[in-house]
């Protein structure tokens, strides 16, 4: 029985009031009515926090106002300058010039669209928050868009941290630290001089759409439109359309027809059209066509990743030696194989739903958690849906074997959300209490 | 406290810790006190903003918890005495059946707090404060008739009597006595 029950006297404890006591004690977090999504809480509490301090903005002019005893002068100056104001931001929007800084020095665009929580130096930013210079810009699990004054947007993928480096007038500089981040750039676009920088080199930029995916020790740089500069520690080289670049070996590749219909379909979700694409779309697949430039994360930056031939196995019986592998424990082989399947048939259904079980081989197994997480994730970008709670859960999972409580707490409010009746549904609900409750302490 | 007294003096990142911290809890009382959504929602947003508002009266004597809870009656109050009387036997007597919507889990268990959430939205007002703080919160009787703003006696009184209404409409329902037989003294 509850102690607060124990010691309560003359309250007459009996069956009926220890049975409601059990009935309500693992009520969820929720309550009666139900859940609130997670972006609609953190809106609720942003929006919150923004009308006290609003309230105690205006309370202290209201106040200052008052001390200084202006009057009915003082209040005419202030409309006047309000209005005033007002005149010079519409006369700036009218110019098109865009959603302008606030203040030039300190904030250089918006961001215009999230999936999710995004993170501006660790706190949480609501849609159309302004993006200050020099702060890190965080997405976990979710998308979100950026638009930087005078043509330039930023798509950031899931778990991806992007940041404006330096502003000055004649030069901004982006960087992409981590994950997955697409731009777009006006060809016409006036205004600084646009490079992009990332821990393996920088990129110098003029109208275009291009790709970049940062991973722990291998930066890949995909281009889409136009024509970019890369500049690295051996020296400066040219990235055609169509083509990308490792910027560890500062080799570059055609796309392949696989990868230039993946492209499209990302470019078609984000309503950024390309034409060096389109040929791709209508294509066949070409006989004999080397695969896909293995950029799998997975990979790490001491091993070589050339471009093969096709292999001659096939799929079944890769499955059937990795069986056979996996009754051996011979995990270290399992993943090669795995591999192997992923590489030569990519957007086969088998080598998809191979990424979940490499993830749950690199989690439980290998305890490599970096690297399930990044093939949890690479299975969910892929559109598939087989095996979604499971890669949904494994990268919770992940999230915990790394040590991100944070992310995990949100992997996992995300998942009860939208897999209530899966079989981990439980599971995940009871780590999740456990969580809250230790953050509660 | 250290985060509390941040916050009142206008840190925003200790602001948004303490309303990660409160938020969901707030809530949760609201929408136990309430059968509607958006009742439930305007409180809870009403008592958050009054907690950020106070955090610079929150000395540390209580747990963060029972202050906001506190806080979250005192707001929900004040919201059911702004409806006209009109409208609050119209709710009392001819509620609407509430909006419930329950996680899977265990079988039965949710089952039967959902039918007893029901239930409890058809009480007046002052029986279901009583039995969400002891029921839903754990607090003991003085805690209690603390955070109603009553002495213990009649607080003491008010959830015995709170209990046998829940009891008898618990009776009336034949799917929900067939749940608790066990809690049912003979």
Known sequence: ???????????????FDAGLTDAFSDAPLCGALGSIDDLTRRRIINDLIEEVETFERSAIAEAAMKKRGGGVFAYAAAAGFVVLLAAGGFWMTWNGSGPLAKDPDTYFGEVVDCSASLFIDNDTAPLHAPIP?????????????????????LWMDEHTETAIATLTDDRVILSVDRGEAWFRIDPKREGPALSVVTPQGRIEVTGTIFVVNAQPGEVLVTLLRGSVKVVLSSGEKRLSDGHAMSLRKGASYALAQEEKRSMHHRLAALTWEVDTLADAIDAPPEKGEAPLLNVDPSISATQSTPVQAPEKSDPDTLLAEIQTQRGRGN????????????????GSETAVVSRVSLGDVYLSKLHRYKDALQQFERYIRSGHTTLLPEAHYGRCAALKAMGDSLSEEKCLISFVRRFSSSLQAAKAEARLNALRGERLR | MAVARRAAEGDAHARCSIMELLFDRIHKTASYLTSSRQEAMDIAQSACIEVLFSLGDYRGESSITYWADRITLKTAAGIFRKKTRRQRIREEFFQPEPEIVGLEETAGRAEVRSQLTVLLQKMKRKHREILVLRHVHGYSIKETASLCDVPIETARARLKKSRSVLKKKVLSDPILKGWVREWIEE
């Open chain 1, 331 to 346: 995990w270290p082989k399992v993943e090669s194989l795995y591999k192997k399947l992923i590489r030569i048939a990519p």
């Open chain 1, 133 to 153: 210079v020099g702060k890190a810009v965080q997405t976990t699990d979710g998308t979100a868009l950026l638009r930087l004054p005078t043509g330039i947007d």
């Open chain 1, 1 to 15: 029985m509850d102690r607060r029950m124990r010691n309560d006297k003359n309250i007459g404890t009996d069956n």
